[in-house]
């Protein structure tokens, strides 16, 4: 699966944003997708995962209770819902799948398909 990630941009503390993930493909509803985000000098951390259908979901601690996870299989999309958002949460956001991996999985290397990345910035 092809991945297509949308939706970055500059917000101020406290402010919300939606990035998007699109797939190309139609097996698209058999992956595991998550999020993940790198900043500058650091390594690339796990933000969000869902299962297949959507109903299970697992966040990092970091983001829980400020960001929610969800995806449409009808649209072959993937959406992060990120409010009161904060400094520290400026990164480049990349989505990811796998046919194989579990949404509990917070290693980059347990996806296969990674995204381009889409930029947040919070300003303080």
């Known amino acids: 699966v092809q991945l297509q990630a949308s939706g970055g941009g500059l917000v101020q503390t406290g402010g919300s944003l939606r990035l998007s993930c699109a797939a190309s493909?139609?097996?698209?509803?058999?992956?595991?997708m998550g999020w993940f985000r790198q900043a500058p000098g650091k390594e690339r951390e796990f933000v969000a995962a869902?299962?297949?259908?959507?109903?299970?979901?697992n966040y990092a601690d970091s983001v829980k209770g400020r960001f929610t996870i969800s995806r449409d299989n009808a649209r072959n999309t993937m959406y992060l819902q990120m409010d009161s958002l904060r400094p520290e949460d400026t990164a480049t956001y990349y989505c990811a799948a796998d046919a194989t991996s579990s949404y509990y999985n917070k290693s980059p290397g347990g996806y296969s398909s990674w995204g381009q990345g889409t930029l947040v910035t919070v300003s303080s």
């Open positions: 493909g139609r097996t698209f509803s058999n992956h595991v």
């Open positions: 869902l299962d297949f259908s959507g109903r299970r979901k």
